[in-house]
T-cell receptor
Framework: AQKVTQAQTEISVVEKEDVTLDCVYE???????LFWYKQPPSGELVFLIR??????QNEISGRYSWNFQKSTSSFNFTITASQVVDSAVYFC?????????????FGTGTRLKVLA | NAGVTQTPKFRVLKTGQSMTLLCAQD?????MYWYRQDPGMGLRLIHY???????AKGEVPDGYNVSRLKKQNFLLGLESAAPSQTSVYFC???????????FGQGTRLTVV
């Protein structure tokens, strides 16, 4: 069965610290997609990244980077030199291609608090 | 380009009342979804649609009904609201390719 686990419920860091948000997934499909979304205090869901199961190349976008490892079924998200504006709830999600519905299975989210 | 628009943004219902949440997308997306977000539980899928005229149950469908009579609209109905349906509801849409989903701004529903 498909499942996404974000074991870190809440993380607090001081501004400028690096922080890694963990995401572990379970799926039987060979073709799937992983996503990260940010939910700031205003409540909307902001898309951050999409990665398909055939592309294990890590990605960096400014202060954000993602580490995808199929061997450990993980898709971790690192924020370098965190800022107060990074304070939000972050969701990892899985979408399997086989069903044809492309629905998301979300993790329970990690609340990140960046303290000034 | 408005993207995904949810109506209303806030609503308070009394137990037993009914209401309909409207989701409208202007991106010609085939797939549409309704999720609910509760503290500590992430987002859970209520119902979804893979095209106009089709709907299917998700993870937590009980107490809800949906309709997709027009491609751009996906309606979520509560026939007899219960306090357990107090939640934030998100609508999302995406196209046939497995790209990211676009989410509405959410509807905060309180059932008293």
């Amino acid at each position: 069965a498909q499942k996404v686990t974000q074991a870190q419920t809440e993380i607090s860091v001081v501004e400028k610290e690096d922080v890694t948000l963990d995401c572990v997934y379970e799926t039987r499909d060979t073709t799937y997609y992983l996503f990260w979304y940010k939910q700031p205090p205003s409540g909307e869901l902001v898309f951050l990244i999409r990665r398909n199961s055939f592309d294990e190349q890590n990605e960096i976008s400014g202060r954000y980077s993602w580490n995808f490892q199929k061997s450990t079924s993980s898709f971790n998200f690192t924020i370098t030199a965190s800022q107060v504006v990074d304070s939000a709830v972050y969701f990892c999600a899985l979408s399997e291609a086989a069903s044809g519905t492309y629905k998301y299975i979300f993790g329970t989210g990690t609340r990140l608090k960046v303290l000034a | 380009n408005a993207g995904v628009t949810q109506t209303p943004k806030f609503r308070v219902l009394k137990t037993g009342q009914s209401m309909t949440l409207l989701c409208a997308q202007d991106m010609n997306h085939e797939y549409m979804y309704w999720y609910r977000q509760d503290p500590g539980m992430g987002l859970r899928l209520i119902h979804y649609s893979v095209g106009e005229g089709t709907t299917a149950k998700g993870e937590v469908p009980d107490g809800y009904n949906v309709s997709r009579l027009k491609k751009q609209n996906f309606l979520l109905g509560l026939e007899s609201a219960a306090p357990s349906q107090t939640s934030v509801y998100f609508c999302a849409s995406k196209n046939r390719l497995n790209t990211e989903a676009f989410f509405g701004q959410g509807t905060r529903l309180t059932v008293v």
